[in-house]
């Protein structure tokens, strides 16, 4: 029994089903609207659509935005909404950290930009197993999603492996920015800084019933042809094995733990409201539902136990900081909408100790929504629409990742629901930052700029923004894997100390978090998991 169809779930059910190991995967699997006159780019659809507002903006002006929505560039249209709806009954304190979760059909990975970046060694030092044994698991994903990218500069920090395919074309801005990386390579590289390209989650050419990328620069309201891989890609695959049972609709509260500390049953409400019911597990229960998804369901389930509320410390997660800049030799440039619309290019910034190293996902402005951008000029309205439109090309934006550590003073709990019987525990998340964490920031920000000035950029004063944590959601760390046996921790094989028949196979194993996006890791530490453990 699998609970949760995000990247980890997905693919966890699938390597279990080509074993011939029957699944019932459990799913709250909220599906999101049917992609709208797929075939046309986003400027033929904005001209061709009834009610362009109505889809661009919602029929309420409605525009999701991540957290701590001031001095963000990144939101999110109408269409993406369902990914981060929140059921009824659910709640949370939080201190220091915003956090958001989704109870959609694939996960978070619905909205996700698709970067893959595995990890190295030094950053597994302190897993329970080295490069070498995730090795053949980053390729098999790779060859179930389709990855590209390329062997440049960006590779000593990113393992190669096989399944990786051509990149896609360069938009025009990206373009400019690689011409002038040639030239100032060879000085930037002494500093520490490199630019590539991005590895990706998409097709650049038709694969398995997926078409490559058509470049109609609609990325952000979901790809309409299925180039750009989300988990409900993997979940269509799960469904075609006589084994596997999928139940969407439902949200799990707890597990009961038995006498002999097993998983024995699972207790399940309608997504939409109902009563709650016990499902059996048979065999083995595995917790796929995000690292706070899941910390929820193991405190509640050992609170409902044992009468005990123990603390989950370790909870991490990378802080991001935007930096805006303006590539001045695209000034005037005619603007392009007909292009992949995600970052293409990524900037990798040395560090020693080399697990300290810094991602950096560079974002040209395509056809993205333009209404953050514009609200953030000092000007009115119609000066700051002159300025956008002639300056719309020359536009970017550097997303800087930090790595992040487990600290005890990071952590999930659980207060009890108070006198209504029904009523749901209160998750609570507490953050602290590291003590250096902000002359760190300042440090790294002094090499990005000086890094953006070589390739022809200017970043406008006090334009920069250190986003919230949980922003990123990338969440890890509170049940972790190690080699001692020690409570509230999981094995190399991520199975629980604590429930004999539980796995964990999701980011709260993970006891090191680089600075990368953590998705193409999860998917193939869950493979590793389902062929190591069955």
């Avoid at 990378?318 to 000034?331: D, K």
């Avoid at 001692?484 to 999701?506: A, H, M």
Wanted: aromatic share 8%.
């Amino acid at each position: 029994m699998v609970v949760g169809s995000g990247p980890s779930g997905v693919h966890f059910a699938l390597t279990l089903l080509t074993k011939g190991i029957p699944v019932r995967l459990l799913d709250a699997g909220r599906a999101g609207p049917a992609p709208v006159e797929p075939e046309l780019d986003v400027s033929e659809l904005r001209s061709r659509l009834e009610d362009p507002v109505e889809y661009f903006l919602g029929k309420d002006l409605y525009g999701v935005a991540l957290p701590g929505e001031e001095g963000e560039f990144y939101g999110f249209p109408p269409q993406k909404r369902f990914v981060f709806e929140r059921p009824e009954g659910l709640p949370e304190r939080t201190a220091g950290f915003e956090s958001l979760g989704s109870w959609a059909r694939g996960g978070l990975a619905r909205a996700w930009t698709a970067g893959v970046y595995p990890f190295d060694e030094t950053e597994l030092a302190e897993f329970p197993f080295g490069a070498g044994a995730l090795a053949p698991f980053y390729e098999e994903v790779a060859r179930r999603i389709g990855v590209i990218g390329e062997h440049d500069d960006l590779a000593r920090f990113m393992p190669w492996h096989d399944g990786i395919g051509e990149p896609l074309e360069l938009d025009g801005q990206s373009a400019s920015l690689v011409a002038r990386y040639s030239k100032a390579r060879d000085r930037l590289n002494r500093e520490g800084c490199f630019i590539g390209r991005s590895r990706l989650a998409v097709l650049s050419e038709d694969r398995g019933g997926r078409r490559g990328c058509a470049y109609l620069g609609r990325c952000l309201w979901g790809c309409p042809v299925g180039a750009l891989y989300t988990p409900d890609v993997t979940l269509e695959e799960c469904r075609r094995y006589p084994g596997f049972t999928y139940e969407p609709g439902l949200l799990v509260d707890s597990f009961e733990i038995d006498e002999s500390r097993r998983a024995a049953a699972v207790r399940v409400r309608p997504l939409d409201g109902g009563p709650a019911e016990s499902r059996p597990v048979v065999d083995t229960l595995a917790l796929a539902t995000g690292t706070l998804g899941t910390a929820r369901l193991f405190l509640t389930s050992w609170l409902d136990a044992t009468g005990e509320r123990p603390e989950l410390g370790g909870l991490m997660d990378n802080r991001q900081v935007l930096v805006p800049f303006v590539h001045l030799a695209r000034v005037g440039a005619r603007f392009e909408t007909s292009s992949y619309q995600y970052h293409q290019l990524s900037m990798g910034l040395a560090a020693e100790p080399r697990e300290e190293y810094v991602h950096g996902q560079i974002t040209t402005l395509t056809s993205a929504q333009a209404h953050p951008i514009m609200e953030t000029m000092p000007f009115d309205l119609r000066t700051a629409g002159y300025v956008f439109r002639n300056a719309r090309a020359a536009l970017g934006l550097l997303n800087l990742n930090f790595h992040d550590r487990r600290r005890d003073s990071c952590r999930v709990s659980i207060d009890p629901p108070g006198e209504d019987p029904d009523a749901a525990p209160v998750l609570r998340t507490v953050y602290e930052p590291p003590d250096d964490e902000e002359a760190r920031i300042r440090s790294v920000l002094r090499r990005a700029r000086r890094g953006l000035k070589a390739l022809g950029c200017v970043v406008p004063p006090r334009a920069t923004h250190t986003r919230p944590m949980g922003a990123s959601v990338h969440y890890a760390g509170t049940l972790p894997m190690t080699e001692d046996d020690r409570p509230f921790t999981v094995t190399p094989q991520c199975r629980s100390r604590d429930v004999s028949n539980l796995f964990i196979v999701d980011g709260s194993t993970f006891p090191f978090l680089p600075a990368k996006n953590i998705t193409f890791t999860l998917m193939a530490n869950a493979v590793r998991v389902a062929e190591e453990a069955f």
